[in-house]
């Protein structure tokens, strides 16, 4: 299995934007669905966002019409771009990969942090 790497975590003030990435060290061209999640401090791990490899997205009630999951480039091939953010969405993110081989893979996370 694959691990991957999240990144562009960080602190945001309220309305404020962030872009996380994920990599992988294998080719991204593989995956079947990508997934973003995250587990804000005492919650459950929740799904944010998904893409699958025939270009269908899902998005949490709480991430529709402000986050965006997209495929990237070759070092960065996952994106979820955050905007309009709320002290709710303060959390660690985690990517997650399904590969067509049926393995999947989890990131170890990276912060973010909404605050005044």
């Known amino acids: 299995q694959v691990q991957l790497e999240e990144s562009g975590g960080g602190l945001v003030q309220p309305g404020g934007s962030l872009r996380l990435s994920c990599a992988a060290p294998?080719?991204?061209?593989?995956?079947?669905?990508m997934v973003w999640y995250r587990q804000a401090p005492g919650k459950e791990r929740e799904l944010v966002a998904s893409?699958?490899?025939?270009?269908?997205?899902k998005y949490s009630d709480s991430a529709k019409g402000r986050f965006t999951i997209s495929r990237g480039n070759a070092k960065n091939p996952v994106y979820l771009q955050m905007n309009s953010l709320k002290p709710e969405d303060t959390a660690v993110y985690y990517c997650?990969?399904?590969?067509?081989?049926?393995?999947?893979?989890w990131g170890k996370g990276t912060l973010v942090t909404v605050s005044s």
């Open positions: 893409l699958t490899r025939g270009g269908i997205t």
């Open positions: 997650f990969v399904n590969w067509l081989n049926g393995m999947s893979d």
């Open positions: 294998g080719s991204i061209s593989s995956a079947n669905v």
